[in-house]
């Protein structure tokens, strides 16, 4: 089953901040996430397992918190070239494959 | 200087031709992926390969075949081609570490198929 995506869009002014939440009705064993530009490809930006672990990419941040089955994704004092479509990836287990979210689309405006 | 490369990056074509997409990384990872990504922007595996071994088999309609001849290559051959079929298609590869829900997926720029 895929994971729930919120919000689904988002609209931000240069500079603040944003969450975007990537929920599992399942147990889950890491959390990737992956930002696609129109009409690219989908590119990692970073992935967490299962442990809580909180990680970051220049201002964009992540965690995990595998008892709500949840991982949320910070967008600090956003930039321009954060807009995109977010995607977040689960797996229930190591050998298992990525179920990928509906994505969040990001919007940032000057 | 490319990591996944695929061709060709577009394919308009008519209901019933089959037609075949190519996939190749040179990373040096053993794993790659086929996903679909359809209009509605929903990334979904259609198959897996690790050392040219079929790992991960979705329920995908069998007019779609892949195909590893090594583990540098992967393609995807679809016969009969329905108007469903349209939609962008991203290979994908990773190297095998703890397992593939574990890996980091490099995405190839995608084939957007059109059929007619």
């Known amino acids: 089953q895929q994971p729930v995506q919120s919000p689904q869009a988002v609209i931000l002014r240069e500079g603040e901040d944003a969450v975007i939440n990537c929920s599992s009705s399942k147990a889950l064993y890491s959390v990737h996430w992956y930002r696609q530009k129109h009409g690219e490809a989908p590119v990692f930006l970073m992935i967490l397992l299962k442990g809580g672990e909180q990680k970051g990419h220049d201002k964009i941040s992540a965690s995990f918190n595998e008892k709500k089955q949840q991982s949320s994704l910070y967008l600090t004092a956003s930039q321009l070239s954060y807009s995109g479509t977010y995607f977040c990836g689960t797996a229930q287990a190591a050998g298992n494959k990525l179920t990928f979210g509906g994505g969040t689309r990001v919007l940032v405006k000057p | 200087d490319t990591a996944v490369s695929q061709t060709p990056k577009y394919l308009v074509t008519q209901m019933g031709n089959d037609k075949s997409i190519k996939c190749e990384q040179n990373?040096?990872?053993?794993?790659m992926y086929w996903y679909k990504q359809d209009s509605k922007k929903f990334l979904k595996i259609m198959f897996s390969y690790n050392n040219k071994e079929l790992i991960i088999n979705e329920t995908v309609p069998n007019r779609f075949s892949p195909k590893s001849p090594d583990k540098a290559h992967l393609n995807l051959h679809i016969n009969s081609l329905e108007l469903g079929d349209s939609a962008v298609y991203f290979c994908?590869?990773?190297?095998?570490?703890?397992?593939?829900?574990?890996?980091?997926?490099?995405f190839g720029p995608g084939t957007r198929l059109t059929v007619l």
């Open positions: 994908a590869s990773s190297h095998r570490t703890g397992g593939i829900g574990t890996d980091t997926q490099y």
């Open positions: 990373l040096g990872h053993d794993t």
